[in-house]
């Protein structure tokens, strides 16, 4: 893992949070604004384990990621 940026933006109700690795390696996470501060935290805390768990490096679905994800 390199770096990660954490940006707050207004996204569509139903989306917590995504992230976009980008061509330098570093991982650009994107959270709700409209979320209260708790569940800001809680997806963040989402997107990282997705990061530290190599998930943009396997060759899966995010469906089936999303399932092995605790």
Known sequence: ????FI???PLPF???AFTVPD??????????EK???EQQKKSLEH???H????DFQK????????KNTV
């Open 1 to 4: 893992m390199e770096n990660v």
């Open 7 to 9: 940006r707050k933006i």
């Open 14 to 16: 139903g989306v917590r």
């Open 23 to 32: 061509a330098q390696g570093d991982y650009n996470v994107y959270i709700n």
């Open 35 to 37: 979320l209260s501060f």
């Open 47 to 49: 997107e990282m384990k």
């Open 51 to 54: 990061i530290i768990n190599g």
């Open 59 to 66: 060759e899966t679905t995010a469906v089936e990621i999303e």
